[in-house]
């Protein structure tokens, strides 16, 4: 038998792929249309307040989104604290006790902000064409995947991170969330390229994409809000509280790269074996003190590790942590001590210059230092051992951002060159 044509097998499967497209839209006009988004919305408009652009938007963008089984939830700041306001009544809201007057998705505002995580996105094209059939002006951000810029072959592939999907007056943005090592969603920057219409959007007013940022998985639940079912995280305070703070700073993988090549990798068993006893140091401490709801950074040795290497010291010896002297609770060590890490040193007391010291396998040690804050600097405390003299090391005040380290999210001074120069001095790159 001849093989077939691979010509052929192409016209085959793109018309295919078309037919099914072409179906999937004659199934939205005249199924779901006339159904009038049946599921999704009882009503037709009629009662009060539900005439807003606003909510016809919105609700066209569910009936897609629904209708092509992608799970998109609510991050909207300003919905989700209206929501927040009454969140027990909403919980409890059907389409049968729904208000009758619009009190949400009705207030006068240039845009709605919903989310997806990318990995279960399955028919993304097929969705971006249906969305301009159905009357969508859609744009799409692109850039490149951050988790690839290790591999030389991948650097700058590129993944999508906003679209932008305007009815009318109202615009939809849907921020997408992809999945980072660690158990963590990230969001990209929203950066326009040169050929993209800035007045397409007040594109300044967006809540997401000023910089990437970083977020807990969310738990996700359903709830009908003005006659409309919607997800939304189940804890809404929280992901309100984690939105202001959520600016994430990429690894210098570039950087890196060129560390390593004027300065040869230490790949000795003796540096592997502390690097990889360190990491797990690390993320043990990270687990305990989110537990205790305890905020902390990667300081000193461990900050400019990440920072100028992307890994460990493996000269270090030690794991080095910040913690602001505001947010100390005074069950840490017990906490450590029952994660099996016990307290090798405390030097000074919790009003000045408070430092703590665990032990952990094959002699890494856990340093935490704590920061205090005056006027116009902040500064930790250090003793000397053997003749209990005490220092004090400023720095410019700094704020926090998260970033991936030893495959978990910890957090690091947004002013990273600023912080690392207070510890280390101008010349830190060749230390």
């Known amino acids: 038998m001849s093989r077939i044509s691979k010509n052929v097998i192409l016209v085959v499967l793109t018309l295919t792929s ?21 599921g999704l919305s009882k009503s037709k408009g009629s009662r009060i307040g539900f005439d807003g652009m606003q909510w016809r938007a919105v609700k066209k963008f569910i009936m897609l ?7 998109v939830f609510l ?11 009454n969140f027990e009544q909403v919980k409890n809201t059907s389409h049968a006790s729904s208000t009758s007057e619009c009190k949400v998705f009705c207030v006068p505002r240039d845009f709605t902000t919903f989310a997806l995580q990318y990995q279960l996105w399955k028919n993304e094209e097929g969705w971006f064409w249906i969305a301009e059939n159905m009357g ?16 030389d072959s991948l650097s700058g592939t590129e993944i999508p991170l906003h679209y ?7 615009a939809i943005h849907l921020v997408v969330f992809h999945e980072r090592s660690g158990n963590y969603l990230w969001h ?12 397409f959007v007040p594109f300044r007013k967006l809540q997401f994409g000023r910089y990437p940022g970083a977020f807990d998985r969310p738990e996700l639940q359903q709830i009908t809000v003005d006659g409309l079912d919607v997800l939304i995280p189940k804890d809404p305070v929280h992901f309100l509280e984690e939105i202001p703070h959520s600016r994430f700073i990429e690894c210098r993988y570039k950087e890196a790269r060129a560390f390593f090549q004027q300065y040869l990798d230490d790949n000795t068993v003796e540096a592997m074996t502390f690097q990889k006893r360190a990491k797990e140091l690390l993320q043990l401490a990270a687990k305990t003190l989110k537990k205790l709801g305890v905020r902390f950074w990667l300081s000193s040795g461990t900050c400019l590790g990440w920072f ?19 947010d100390y609770k005074s069950d840490i060590i017990s906490a450590f001590q029952d994660a099996g890490l016990p307290l090798k040193h405390k030097f000074g007391k919790v009003e000045d210059s408070l430092e ?7 002699d890494v040690k856990l340093d935490i230092f704590f920061f205090y804050e005056e006027t116009d600097h902040m500064w930790n405390g250090g003793t000397q051992a053997k003749t209990g003299k005490k220092f004090k090391y400023l720095f410019p005040k700094f704020t926090l951002c998260w970033t991936e380290f030893v495959d978990t999210k910890f957090r690091v001074p947004c002013e990273t060159v600023e912080y690392i120069e207070a510890n280390y001095g101008t010349n830190f790159h060749g230390m």
């Open 164 to 170: 932008i999907c305007k009815l009318a007056s109202h």
């Open 18 to 38: 078309s037919a099914f497209l072409l179906f999937q839209l004659y199934y939205y006009k005249h199924y779901l249309s006339a159904k009038n988004g049946s």
């Open 188 to 199: 990209g920057h929203l950066r326009l390229k040169g050929h993209v219409d800035r007045k």
């Open 75 to 85: 991050i909207d700041p300003l919905i989700l604290e209206l929501i927040n306001k």
């Open 356 to 362: 703590l010291s665990f032990q952990g396998k094959d």
């Open 308 to 326: 100028r290497q992307c890994s460990i010291i493996p000269y270090s010896k030690d794991v080095d942590l910040g913690i602001f002297i505001q």
């Open 65 to 71: 989104t629904s209708s092509q089984n992608v799970r």
């Open 136 to 151: 969508f002006q859609c744009l799409k951000i692109e850039s490149k995947d951050p988790r690839l810029d290790w591999i």
